[in-house]
């Protein structure tokens, strides 16, 4: 990628601190004394010396860096690392990447790397971690030298959580982000250094990745040279069993590949009508925005485990799902919009970006103002093109609004924490407990911006009476010529600006807003202008259903206001709400429901006769090591959002899921 205006790296202050001598190889103790201290002494005088002719100031680019994975012990989590890093003698400070891309947090897996070593024409180069910056090693370069060996090993867990090694790894199949194996000399700006990457697979793997192979010798991979943004921006999957599907639609010159890795051949084995709505999904995104910022585009599917996630990339994406998350149709139905979201990105994150995420290196801190934007905005596109490309019905599309209209309508931390805060504090929401999370909020700009994109959308389509549309604004901003990657920032007067040429309008003010609002409930104008409403039944929705299947929740939020797991471990209370009242709190567990062992049905059947009857839910509870006796009031039924046709208004929902691409 070429970063264009992108920020002047500054001087890093710990460069200035840093004594020449830090991290030297001692002289040996029986030198005689005289000659050491007067070797020391001219030692240091021509350090310094050639330290001022020769060392790179912080920013300057080194040559083109070497590394080499070796990933034949990726079952066992474990990825031995080395690289060679042309450098000058004297000091010399590498960074391990800390804030991700796409992962908007300083969470670079720096404790997983272990034995590190750094070498010199054979001698030991001692090392010393920075003080403050625990991602920054400094080191001495001796003289003579021109380039410094590093030896590590990227280390794994057994934690099934994040981008990890130990969540990138199993048995046959392993995911390869290169910001994890990697160090880089601090303050340059990524763009500009160079990188060539080789990479040894377990025997009999294949792989797929958005980067060039310049050779392949056995299992063993070397890369054409790229630089370390690009490298970053490549992930790599590989595996024993790997399924790699053209779904390149008719008419589009740029390759796409659906790249598939999972422990089973029954979990590879896709529906076709499935892979031909991926098809569809690539057909659609060209329509929408009528031009593509990349050369060909990867879609990386990891199939195992439990995470379910996924990080964009410019011509790729890495995407998680359980073993059947392709196969199975109510994974669909929960993560049918996971792909295309990552692939909007390609546009809406990596070809245009905001500014504060528009960062030179990956030490310098990003900040999240505009997530609602990068995110919510994809999230907004992934769902209607889920929709579009028929990955969803529109029905599908329709309960996932009204489980986001709903959550974020019965949000109690709307009256403490605005939208925006929610942006700005994403590096530390990300990541942060499930439990108390209606109070405290969490990277609602995700979900709410469905709801912001769509008032948006529908605001574009009343004021053009019906000539102009969302789409044309993602054209403006994000469409334009095709290009190869690069990368645009853009500022919050940038989207103003963009809006106003496709339809003019208060956007600033509507923004603001919805920014800043602290009202209790969420803005659902868009659903109603798209002529829908928001509405409560006593039956789940498919989606409810397929939730509770796969991913053992039980949402009885708006109801008696709690979340719970289905063996009956309460997620979530919803403060105000009945069980907030009788005391209840996450973290606690259902035992029993009017004297019966508690199940989901037992729960829901109470709820249900809690209609026609004055007494109380009678709840048997553990905390910790006590048990309890709860009483909730409550009489209302069982509740689940759905939406409902508003028969006054055009349906403007169905027209903006109707597909733009002829390709079926
Ligand atoms: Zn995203």
């Known amino acids: ?19 020449l001598g830090r991290g030297r190889v001692r002289t040996p103790a029986s030198t005689p004394i005289a000659w050491r201290l007067n070797f020391y002494f001219l030692r240091q005088v021509a350090v310094i ?10 920013g300057a680019v080194s040559g083109p860096l070497k590394l080499s994975v070796d990933a034949q012990q990726v079952a066992r989590r474990i990825l031995h690392v080395t690289m060679t890093i042309p450098t000058a003698p004297g000091p ?7 804030w991700i891309p796409g992962q908007h947090s300083p969470v670079g897996p720096i404790n997983d790397v272990v034995g590190l070593k750094f070498t010199s024409g054979g001698a030991a180069v001692l090392w ?32 099934e959580s994040g981008y990890l090694l130990g969540n990138s790894s199993a048995q046959q199949q392993m995911m390869l982000d290169w910001d994890q194996v990697i160090l880089y000399p601090l303050g340059v700006p990524t763009d500009a250094q160079t990188i060539q990457a080789q990479l040894t697979l377990p025997a009999a793997w294949k792989f797929g990745t958005a980067l060039a192979v310049d050779s392949q010798e056995g299992q063993v991979i070397t890369f054409k040279p790229v630089s370390v943004t690009m490298l970053v921006d490549s992930p790599l999957l590989a595996g024993a069993r790997l399924r790699e599907i053209d779904i390149t639609p008719p008419g589009e010159t740029r390759i796409h590949k659906l790249d598939l890795a999972a422990e089973s051949a029954a979990a ?46 410019h011509q790729s994406s890495d995407n998680r799902l359980p073993e059947m998350g392709l196969a199975d149709a109510q994974w669909r139905r929960i993560q049918g919009d996971l792909l295309g979201h990552e692939m909007v990105h390609s546009w809406n994150g990596k070809y245009r970006r905001p500014a504060g995420l528009a960062t030179p290196n990956y030490q310098e801190p990003i900040k999240g103002d505009l997530l609602w934007v990068y995110e919510g905005l994809t ?27 709903a959550e974020l309508d019965n949000r109690p931390g709307r009256s403490w924490r605005p939208l925006q805060d929610t942006a700005v504090s994403a590096p530390i929401l990300y990541g942060s407990s499930p439990e108390w999370e209606a109070w405290r909020r969490s990277a609602d700009f995700y979900e709410e911006g469905s709801l912001l994109w769509l008032e948006v959308d529908t605001i574009i389509r009343t004021q053009s009476k019906g000539t102009k549309t969302l789409d044309d604004f993602c054209r403006v901003f994000e469409g334009g010529e095709s290009t190869p990657p690069v990368m645009i920032p853009y500022t919050f007067d940038d989207i103003v600006t963009a809006l106003n040429s496709v339809v ?6 509507l923004f603001h807003a919805r920014l800043t609002s602290l009202s209790p409930h969420a803005a659902l104008d868009g659903i109603y202008t798209a002529g829908w409403r928001l509405t409560y039944t006593d039956t789940p929705s498919e989606l409810n259903n397929a939730m509770e299947a796969k991913l053992d929740s039980l949402d009885m939020r708006f109801s008696i206001g709690m979340l719970l797991d289905i063996s009956g471990k309460i997620v979530d209370v919803l403060p105000g709400t009945p069980s907030d009242i009788a005391g209840l ?3 606690m567990s259902l035992i029993a429901v009017n004297r019966r062992h508690f199940s989901p049905q037992v729960l829901r059947d109470a709820l249900k006769r809690g209609k026609d009857t004055p007494a109380d839910l009678d709840l048997i509870i553990t905390n910790q090591d006590d048990f309890l006796t709860v009483r909730v009031e409550y009489h209302a039924g069982e509740r689940y959002p759905r939406l409902e046709r508003d028969g006054s208004k055009p349906d403007m929902l169905s027209s903006i899921l109707a597909p733009l691409s002829a390709v079926r």
């Open 1 to 19: 990628m070429i970063e264009k205006n992108s920020k002047a790296n500054p001087i890093h202050p710990l460069m200035s601190i840093q004594p």
């Open 49 to 58: 010396f050639l330290a001022f002719i020769c060392v790179p100031k912080t």
């Open 92 to 98: 010399i400070t590498l960074v391990y990447p800390k």
């Open 128 to 159: 010393q971690r920075d003080d403050v910056d625990m991602y920054a090693f400094h080191l001495q370069v001796p003289l003579g030298a021109s380039e410094v060996e590093a030896e590590f090993y990227l280390t794994g867990t057994s934690d």
């Open 504 to 509: 003019p309008y208060d956007w600033r003010g």
């Open 585 to 587: 709190a996450p973290g």
């Open 379 to 405: 999230n907004y596109l992934g769902q209607v093109l889920a929709a579009r490309s028929g990955l969803w019905t529109p029905d599908d599309y329709r309960d996932r609004l009204a489980l986001i209209a």
């Open 268 to 313: 590879l084995d896709i529906p076709e009508d499935v892979i031909a709505h991926y098809r569809r999904l690539v057909a659609e995104t060209g329509a929408l925005f009528k031009a593509r910022h990349y050369e060909h585009y990867n879609f990386l599917v990891w199939l195992h485990g439990t995470y379910q996630d996924g990080l964009e990339h």
